[in-house]
């Protein structure tokens, strides 16, 4: 059974950084894309950055807000992606989520990053 767990989440300050990981449990396939959303207050989740399943190659894409401020990659023989978070700015206060397979696929059930200005 796929089970996607997340961790590293926490309270932080403007300008910190925190390092997400997700352990992903489970087949996967290079078609499974893996990939993070986030979810701020009072808005629709959104999506984050997303990268090759797990021994596969392709592209890696990011959404523009955070293209230069959050890095993501994965262990391979661990099944773990993580989300490197830098520059942190109170409106990436949101509930983090890891995905397998894209948006219709597997989902974590997410990690809080509270931002304090």
């Known amino acids: 059974q796929m089970q996607l767990v997340e961790n590293g989440g926490g309270s932080v300050q403007t300008g910190g950084s925190l390092k997400l990981s997700c352990a992903v449990t489970g087949r996967t396939t290079c078609t499974d894309r893996l990939g993070w959303y986030r979810q701020a207050p009072g808005k629709e989740r959104e999506f984050v950055a997303a990268?090759?399943?797990?021994?596969?190659?392709?592209?890696?894409v990011y959404a523009d807000s955070v293209r230069d401020r959050f890095t993501i990659s994965r262990a391979h023989a661990e099944n773990i992606l993580y989300l490197q978070i830098t520059s942190l700015r109170p409106d990436d206060t949101a509930i983090y989520y890891c995905?397998?397979?894209?948006?219709?696929?597997?989902w974590g059930r997410g990690t809080q990053v509270p931002v304090s200005s």
């Open positions: 995905t397998m397979g894209g948006p219709s696929g597997y």
């Open positions: 990268l090759p399943g797990f021994w596969c190659s392709g592209a890696t």
